[in-house]
């Protein structure tokens, strides 16, 4: 089994920055692919970033220029680094990890961090 452990949430205004972080632990070796998605009120959770087993980087449409997503070659930690931060980027943020080489379906989620950006 893998944990997953996200922080850095907070409320922040618009423009501001935030970075989260998701520390993984347990079975790590089974991990290949990671990635961030978010959940606002009353919307379906959406892929924000993710990177596979093998460092291809891949960004929502909505967040390219703005947020960079990074992990430590012992992928025990992701991090998303987020900039020109904006009301409609309001959600819970979780991180997921898979099995496979690309993240598609996850297999492990983190309980999930607030973001909140007032405008």
């Known amino acids: 089994q893998v944990q997953l452990v996200e922080s850095g949430g907070d409320l922040v205004q618009a423009g501001g920055s935030l970075r989260l972080s998701c520390a993984a632990s347990?079975?790590?070796?089974?991990?290949?692919?990671m990635g961030w998605y978010r959940q606002a009120p009353e919307k379906e959770r959406e892929l924000v970033a993710r990177?596979?087993?093998?460092?291809?980087?891949a960004y929502a449409d909505f967040v390219k220029g703005r947020f960079s997503i990074s992990r430590d070659k012992a992928k025990k930690t992701l991090s998303l680094q987020m900039n020109n931060l904006k009301p409609e980027d309001t959600a819970i943020y979780y991180c997921?990890?898979?099995?496979?080489?690309?993240?598609?379906?996850?297999?492990?989620w983190g309980q999930g961090t607030q973001v909140t950006v007032s405008s």
């Open positions: 997921a990890a898979a099995r496979s080489w690309f993240l598609i379906r996850a297999d492990y």
């Open positions: 990177v596979s087993g093998g460092g291809t980087i």
């Open positions: 347990g079975s790590i070796s089974s991990i290949n692919a």
